[in-house]
C-alpha cells in the first residue's frame, strides 16, 4: 500500500510516468546551492539566541554508535547519555533519539524505557543495501519487533543511478509496509540516500521526492560510512525539496544531515538553514536531526561555556 | 628614486599555522623610542581558546616521543635561530633599546639556553626522578611526567631572552604551551614563532599569541582544559595575579606565581622552570622471586 498523495498519484503509477517526473524537476543550481549555504553559513548567532540553538541541537541529536565492535555495555553507556546528556546540569534536555543496529534495539529499549528518547535502528543491509528485498524487510521487522521507533533504511543507490526509479521506489514502499507495528502504530522511516554516492545535486532532488512520494517521515544524507557524508549545500537541497513538497501537497516530511557535523558551530549553521528555507516549523526534533556521535560532546562544551563562562574541556564529557 | 617601504602586519602563531586573531584586530607595535616599527595582531579570547585546543591536540605526540628526540628539536630551534641571528638582533635592539652589542649579548644567551635546556630533556628524568627504598619486597620508581598543556604569560621586558626562558622549560619535558607574548614587544616573539615553525617543532606544541596578559590571562587561567599556567608575565601586578590564581583554582591548574618584579633572566636558571610543570608518577612492582 502506498501512501502517495493523490495529487501525486498519476506521478507513481508507471516507470515511465515516474522518470518523466524526476526528470521534469528543475535542475539545481550547483553554484547557487553553495553560495547560499556558504553565505547562510556566516550568520552570527549569539548570546540568548545561541542558548536556544544549542538546547534544541541537544534535542535534535540522533545518538549514533554503528560500529561492528559495539557492544551491549556501549550501548547501555550511550543510551543512559542520551537521556541526561549532561549528569552536573539537570536542566540539559535528553537527545531525539539513539541509534543503533538492528540486534542493539532491544538493549537500547531497555536502558532507555519511558525516559521518551526514541531508539531508532539502521536497518535494510545498512550500510550497503545490497541484499535481497526479503532480508531487508525481515531486517525491518525484526527491528522493529524489537522495538525500534524509527526505521533508518538505505535506497538502492545501483538501482537509483541506473534510472530504475520505479524499483527504489517499490522498495521503500515495501519496508514502510514493514515498519508496521502490532498496535496498528507505524515505526518512523527515514531514507537514507548515501549523498556522498549520488554524484550530483539533481541526483539528490530527485531521490528527496522519490523518497517523499513513496511515504518517508525523513530524508537522511548519509550512513555516516562513505565521504563526503552531510555537508550544506546536500541539506539545502533537500530542505527545498521538504518545503515543495508541503507546498505541493500540504504533507510535512522531516530532514536528517548525518555524517561528518562535529562542531556545535556546524550544528548551529545546520540551524540557520533549517530556518531560512524550509522555516521555523522544522525547527523541531520532530522534523528535522542530527545524526551524530561527537557533535554532542562539542554542544555540551559550548553549553557549558555559556553557563559558567569559562571554556571547558573534553575531559568533563563522557567519551563515546 | 626611493624605495617604497614593506608595512608589516605579523599574525599569531596557532597550531603550526599563522592566522590573523579571530577578532581581526591588530595593534602598533612602537620602538623604544615610539616610532611605529609594525603591526601585530591582537589576541582575542577566542584565539586562546583555539590555541588552547591545538595545544592539547599536540600533547599527545609531543609527550610521546623520546625525551632524546625533544632534545635534537629544541637544539635544532637553536640552530634556526642562530641562523637568524642578526634579524634577532635587530628587533631585540629596537624593541629593548638596548645598543647592537648588547642585543647581540642577549641573542647569544637567549640561543645558549635553549641548548642548555636541549641537554637537560634526556636528564631530567635521572635527576628528579627516583628509586624509593621500601619496606617490602618491591621496586618503588617515581619518574616525572608532563603536566600537560601549559599557559605561559611571558615577560613583558625581557623580550627574547625572557620569552625564551619560560618556553623552553615547558616543552623541554614533553608539555606543550600556549605563549602570549610580550605586549609592547611582541616582535622578537613574531620572529621566534617564524624559528619554531621551521625547525621540526610539531605544529601545535608551541602556539604563540601577541597582545594583553591582562585581557587573554583571565580566559586562559579559567579555561578548564588548561593544565597549569605560569604567571611571569604579569610581575608586579599582585591584584591580577591573585585574580588569575582564583581563576585557576577552579580545576587545580598548577600556577607558577607572578613574581614581584621581573627576575634578572642573565641568572643561572636552575631546575625549577622545569619542575614546576611535573607530575611525579609513582609505580610498585613485586621484586620477582
Redesign the interface.
Known amino acids: 500500500m502506498s501512501s502517495t498523495p493523490t495529487i501525486l498519484e498519476d506521478v507513481t503509477g508507471s516507470e515511465a510516468s515516474l522518470r518523466r517526473f524526476l526528470h521534469g524537476l528543475p535542475g539545481v543550481d550547483q553554484v547557487g546551492a553553495e553560495a547560499r549555504a556558504a553565505g547562510l553559513a556566516t550568520r552570527s548567532i549569539k548570546t540568548s539566541a545561541k542558548e536556544f540553538a544549542l538546547d534544541l541541537a541537544i534535542r535534535m541529536v540522533d545518538l549514533t554508535t554503528l560500529e561492528g565492535q559495539d557492544t551491549p555495555g556501549k550501548v547501555r553507556a550511550l543510551s543512559a547519555k542520551a537521556i541526561r546528556p549532561d549528569p552536573a546540569d539537570p536542566t540539559c534536555p535528553s537527545t531525539a533519539a539513539v541509534c543503533v543496529y538492528p540486534d542493539m534495539v532491544a538493549v537500547a529499549k531497555e536502558t532507555l524505557g519511558t525516559s521518551g528518547v526514541h531508539v531508532a535502528a539502521v536497518a535494510t543491509a545498512f550500510p550497503s543495501g545490497r541484499a535481497a528485498l526479503d532480508i531487508k524487510l525481515a531486517d525491518v521487522r525484526d527491528a522493529v519487533e524489537a522495538g525500534a521507533d524509527e526505521i533508518d533504511m538505505v535506497i538502492d543507490r545501483g538501482a537509483f543511478l541506473a534510472g530504475r526509479y520505479q524499483h527504489v521506489f517499490d522498495e521503500i514502499v515495501a519496508v514502510r509496509d514493514a515498519c508496521r507495528r502490532q498496535d496498528g502504530e507505524d515505526a518512523h522511516l527515514k531514507v537514507i540516500f548515501e549523498t556522498g554516492e549520488l554524484q550530483t545535486y539533481d541526483n539528490v532532488r530527485r531521490a528527496s521526492w522519490l523518497a517523499m512520494m513513496a511515504g518517508a517521515h525523513f530524508i537522511k544524507t548519509s550512513t555516516g560510512k562513505v565521504q563526503p557524508a552531510a555537508t550544506l549545500p546536500v541539506t539545502l537541497v533537500m530542505l527545498q525539496a521538504v518545503r515543495d513538497y508541503r507546498a505541493m501537497t500540504g504533507q510535512m516530511v522531516g530532514v536528517k544531515p548525518a555524517g561528518g557535523i562535529r562542531t556545535a558551530k556546524d550544528a548551529i549553521k545546520y540551524l540557520v538553514m533549517v530556518n531560512e528555507v524550509a522555516g521555523d516549523d522544522w525547527l523541531d526534533p520532530d522534523w528535522f536531526r542530527f545524526g551524530a556521535s561527537t557533535l554532542l560532546n562539542d554542544l555540551l562544551m559550548q553549553r557549558t561555556k555559556m553557563k559558567t563562562g569559562r571554556y571547558s574541556g573534553p575531559d568533563y564529557f563522557t567519551l563515546d | 628614486m626611493s624605495r617604497i617601504d614593506v608595512r608589516k602586519t605579523y599574525k599569531l602563531y596557532i597550531g603550526g599555522a599563522f592566522p590573523r586573531s579571530e577578532s581581526s584586530y591588530t595593534y602598533e607595535v612602537l620602538d623604544s623610542k615610539g616610532k611605529f616599527v609594525a603591526n601585530a595582531a591582537l589576541a582575542s579570547r577566542k584565539d586562546a581558546?583555539d590555541a588552547?585546543g591545538a595545544a592539547?591536540k599536540a600533547f599527545g605526540g609531543w609527550s610521546s616521543r623520546t625525551a632524546y628526540n625533544r632534545a635534537q628539536i629544541i637544539y635544532r630551534i637553536a640552530e634556526v635561530m642562530e641562523d637568524r641571528r642578526p634579524q634577532f638582533v635587530q628587533a631585540v635592539s629596537q624593541s629593548e633599546g638596548l645598543s647592537a652589542a648588547k642585543a647581540g649579548g642577549v641573542v647569544d644567551e637567549a640561543i645558549d639556553r635553549l641548548v642548555w635546556y636541549a641537554g637537560w630533556a634526556d636528564k631530567i628524568t635521572q635527576v628528579v626522578g627516583n628509586a624509593n627504598p621500601v619496606a617490602g619486597p618491591f621496586f618503588n620508581l617515581s619518574t616525572p611526567e608532563p603536566t600537560g598543556v601549559v599557559a605561559v604569560l611571558a615577560p613583558q621586558d625581557s623580550s627574547l631572552l625572557g620569552l625564551v626562558s619560560v618556553v623552553a622549560p615547558v616543552i623541554v619535558t614533553g608539555n606543550t604551551t600556549v605563549v602570549v607574548s610580550s605586549y609592547e614587544r611582541p616582535l622578537p616573539a613574531v620572529t621566534f614563532a617564524e624559528v619554531l615553525a621551521t625547525s621540526d617543532v610539531p605544529g601545535g606544541v608551541v602556539n604563540i599569541l601577541t597582545g594583553s596578559a591582562a585581557t587573554v590571562g583571565p580566559?586562559l587561567a579559567?579555561?578548564?582544559?588548561?593544565n597549569a599556567i605560569d604567571l611571569t608575565g604579569i610581575a608586579g601586578d599582585a591584584g591580577l595575579a591573585a585574580d588569575l590564581e582564583v581563576?585557576a583554582a577552579?580545576?587545580l591548574k598548577r600556577v607558577r606565581r607572578a613574581p614581584a618584579a621581573e627576575p634578572d633572566w642573565l641568572l643561572d636558571p636552575g631546575l625549577e622552570p622545569m619542575t614546576a610543570f611535573l607530575e611525579t608518577k609513582t609505580v610498585w612492582h613485586p621484586i620477582g622471586v
Open positions: 581558546r588552547v592539547r580566559w579559567a579555561h578548564m582544559d588548561v581563576a577552579d580545576n
